[in-house]
C-alpha cells in the first residue's frame, strides 16, 4: 500500500512539474521572442535536475547513515531550490503574458490590421504624389505658364510623348506611377494571405512571439523598400517631392513587444504563490518518504535494521 502511494505521489509530482515547465517554456520562449533551442534546452535540462533532486532527496532521508541524511538532503534540497527559483522568472514572465492577455491580443490584432494597411497607405501617397505632380504640369503646361516660362514648359511637358498637352501630361502621370509602384504584387498577395492566418490566435500558442516578430521584420521591410522607390533622388524633374512616412505598424509593434520581452523582477505574487504549490505538490514524495528509525553511524554499523526505502 505504501509503495503504490509512494509511486502514484511520483506520477503526481512529475506531471505537476511538467505542467510548471511548459509555463517557464511559453514564458522563456516570450522572452526570446520565438526561438525555441534554448527554451527546450533549458526546460529539459529543469525537468531533469528537479526530477533528480526530488529521486535523491526521497533516497538521502531513507538512508540509515544519519550524515548521508544530512548532507544528501542538504545538497540536493539546495540544487532544487536554486533550479526552481531560476524557473520563475520565465514562469512569472507567462503569467505576466495572461495577465495581458486581453491588451495583448488588440493590439495584435492592430497590428496586423496596421499591416494590412501598409499597401493602401501606400497607393494613397503614390496617388497623392501623382495628383500635385499632375497638377505641377496643368499649371507649367497651361497659356499663363507657357508665357512667364516657355523654357521650364519645353523641360516638363514639350518633350514628353503625346500629341496634345493632356496627353503628354497623361502619360507623365502614368510614367510616375509605375516608377513608384512596386513591379509585381505577388508577394503582397502572399503577404496579406499569412497576415490573414494570424487572426485569433491564442497566447498559448508557442508561435506567436515568433509570428510577432516576423510581422514586424516583414513590415519593416516592405516599409524600407516603398521608401527606397519614393526616395527623392527617384522623383521626377519638376515633381514636388513627398516623403513617404509610415509610423502606425512601428508604435503597436513596441506596445506588444514590451509586454513580455522584460521579465518581471521580483515575480508577481501569484507567481510565487505558484510556484511554492508546485514545490509543495512535487515533494510528495519526499513527504511520503519515511526517515530511517538508525538514529547515528555508530550505531548503525550494529544494527540489523535494514535501510529504508522511498517506496516502502
Known amino acids: 500500500m505504501k509503495q503504490t502511494t509512494f509511486s502514484f505521489a511520483l506520477v503526481l509530482s512529475v ?10 517554456f511559453l514564458g522563456m520562449v516570450y522572452w526570446a521572442e520565438g526561438a525555441l533551442l534554448v527554451p527546450i534546452i533549458s526546460t529539459l535540462g529543469f ?6 533532486m526530488v529521486l535523491w532527496l526521497c533516497r538521502a532521508k531513507a538512508s540509515r547513515w544519519r550524515r548521508m541524511r544530512l548532507v544528501g538532503q542538504a545538497v540536493a534540497g539546495t540544487f532544487f531550490a536554486i533550479v526552481v527559483l531560476l524557473s520563475m522568472l520565465p514562469f512569472g514572465n507567462f503569467l505576466n503574458v495572461l495577465s495581458h492577455q486581453e491588451e495583448l491580443t488588440a493590439d495584435f490584432e492592430q497590428t496586423i490590421a496596421s499591416a494590412e494597411e501598409l499597401d493602401a497607405a501606400y497607393e494613397q501617397y503614390v496617388d497623392r504624389r501623382v495628383e500635385r505632380y499632375r497638377q505641377r504640369l496643368a499649371t507649367v503646361a497651361s497659356p499663363g505658364g507657357q508665357r512667364s516660362n516657355p523654357s521650364e514648359y519645353e523641360t516638363l511637358v514639350g518633350g514628353a510623348a503625346g500629341s496634345t498637352d493632356a496627353e503628354k501630361i497623361d502619360n507623365l502621370c502614368a510614367s510616375l506611377r509605375r516608377h513608384l509602384l512596386p513591379a509585381s504584387d505577388s508577394t503582397s498577395t502572399a503577404f496579406h494571405a499569412w497576415l490573414d492566418g494570424m487572426k485569433g490566435i491564442s497566447v498559448w500558442n508557442v508561435g506567436l512571439p515568433a509570428n510577432i516578430k516576423t510581422l514586424h521584420n516583414e513590415v519593416n521591410s516592405r516599409a524600407e523598400s516603398y521608401n527606397r522607390l519614393s526616395a527623392r533622388e527617384r522623383s521626377f524633374n519638376g515633381e514636388p517631392y513627398e516623403p513617404f512616412a509610415y509610423a502606425s505598424f512601428n508604435d503597436n509593434s513596441d506596445r506588444l513587444t514590451a509586454v513580455y520581452r522584460t521579465l518581471p523582477l521580483p515575480p508577481s505574487v501569484p507567481a510565487i504563490l505558484l510556484a511554492l504549490l508546485t514545490v509543495a505538490v512535487t515533494l510528495l514524495p519526499y513527504w511520503l518518504t519515511q526517515k530511517s528509525i538508525v538514529g547515528n553511524d555508530t550505531s548503525s554499523k550494529n544494527s540489523q535494521t535494514p535501510e529504508a526505502k522511498p517506496y516502502e
Open 15 to 24: 506531471i505537476v512539474l511538467m505542467a510548471y515547465a511548459f509555463v517557464a
Open 47 to 52: 525537468l531533469a535536475v528537479a526530477i533528480l
